[in-house]
Each structure stands twice: as C-alpha cells, then as structure tokens.
C-alpha cells in the first residue's frame, strides 16, 4: 500500500508519525491519536501559547512565589530568586535544559500558572490538538495529563512557524546567569542535536523538543531540513534503550526523506481555526479506529486503515483525518 515502502523495521515507539511540515502531509504514522503522557515535549505548546507575549530582552527579577509550585523531581535549569533574567535566558532554560523553573517564571510572569494552563488548553484547541488536555505548563506527569504524536506534530509545526522558537530550540549551548557577573554553560538536551551521549548528529536537524519522565518515558518531536524540505517526526515512549527515542526518530526522517517525496500522503495536519483551518469533525469510524478496534476499514474520507509493513501494523492516516478525542488513564511516579 502507498506510503510505507521500507519503512524502518525496529521502530519499538507506542505512537509515531512522520509529516511534511510545509504542506501538512501525514507522509506515515503508527497509534498517532493514542493518547499518552507527554512528558515535557508538551513546552512546545507553552512556547507557542506564551512565547509572543514578552519581549526577548524584557528582564524580570525571579522571586520566591515564582518557583514555589514547581514539582518536586522536576527538571531544573538553575533560576533562583534575587537574581534578574532576560526573558531570552528564561526561554534559554525552557528550551536548552527543559528547566521547569524557568517555565514557572515565565507562568507567573503570564498572569499565574492556572491562567496559563487555561491558555494552552485553549491554544491546543485552536490548533484543533483534540488529543491533548494540559494540567501543568512544564508537561511534568499529573493524572490526566495527555497529548498524542499527532497532536505534538502540530504544535511543532506551529512553533516553527516563530523565528524565536525556531532560534531557541536550534541553540547547542547558552551562558545562564548564575548571579552577579557571574555565569554557567547550559547545553541543549536534544541529542540529535548535539551528538551527546553517543548519538549521531541529524544532518540539517532544526530542533524541536524531548521529553523523559519515568511514566511517559521518552518522547522527542524533531525537525529537519534536507534539499529544501523540512519534515517533521514524532516518536513517544519507545520500549528499548535511552537513545531509542533519537534513534528511532532517525530512523524515520531517513525514510521520509528517501521515500516521502515519492510516496502517496495517508493523511494531512489540520490547519488552525484561527487561521482559517476547517473545523475537524470526528466520526464513529475513526474514534474506534484511534482505539484499536479491530475491522476499521476506508468507510469515509477521515476514516484509518490499517497496512501491514516492515515495522508491524502500521496505521496510516487517511486523507483529511485530524485529531480524535479518546479518553485515557495514565498514572505513575515520575522525574522529568
């Protein structure tokens, strides 16, 4: 069937999809509305929902309410209160370091982390990211904390869309302020990015953003532009090694580079309603298909089918299919 010929055959991810990012191309994808913990790829959507608002080189001195909510094991980039930052070395420590900190900063600096929270679930629909429903800014597991591959594919792609997120989740290496004139090397936790940890470099990697806690395990979104082209990809919670969740998402731009320009699309990205994207509606069909049933056939232009390729059952998108609502449980303890 169109859209899968040599696709990877490890690919051990619960959830992945693979699209153009110029066109909105779902080039092929596998329980890409399966919705799991997001772990902290779900910054892309705080990014996109709040990055417009500050200016870069607007500064804020951090007090000790703007980091008395974050989450115990969280992430952390270094702020402490007393000391001023630029909203540029914030977005530093969010993106480069995956920090919580500097995402509760710049919450409170929002109006509050409940506010911003309201925000994002907002944004996520606007994005018509029905997949996903938003309890912390951080994407730090709370019980009913979800997001889905396609729904991480479309706040990727959006993002990108903002020269500053593009600039942020490209940067290696930043100086963060450690007090006084006194400062400390951060490097970005992309490894793909940075070859670190033993995993090779993605030629013409842009970005996007990766993701651990111990109950969603990995996730990563990454860009990449080769011969023109940008592509996006998503891989969440692979069950082998560390590094299966980079390696595993070059795996998949390899072949989406190799064989998408030829291959038929199984299915498209929505658009923004707030800029014109037509309302998706979501039919009988495709929410049993988005859960597994079995004998979910090609009944209608948004419903799945299912391919049996080199990687397993691999669902593809049929054209014009967008993110289905599916409630889910997920529960654990966690450290991002």
Known sequence: MSGATGLPGKLTASAWLVADCESGEVLASFAAHRRLPPASTLKMLFADTVLKKFDRTERYKVTDADLADIPA?????????GITYTVEQLWQGVFLRSGNDAVHVLAHMNGGVAKTVAEMQARAEDLQALDTHVV??????HKGQLSSAYDLTLFARHGLKNADFREYCHTKIANFPAGGKKTFQIQNTDRLLTGAWGVKTYDGLIGVKNGFTSNAGNTFTGAATRGGRTLLATVMHPTSGYNAVYEETSA???WAFTHGGSAQPVGTLVEPLSEGGARATPTRRT??????APGTGSGGPSAWRLLEGASGTVALLAGGVWALRRRGKRGGKHAN
């Not at 912390?136 to 597991?141: A, C, N, V």
């Open 287 to 292: 929410a049993q298909a988005a859960a597994g």
């Open 136 to 141: 912390s800014p951080d994407g730090f597991d």
């Open 73 to 81: 094991g969280s992430s952390l980039v270094g702020v402490k209160p």
């Open 252 to 254: 998949l731009l390899d």
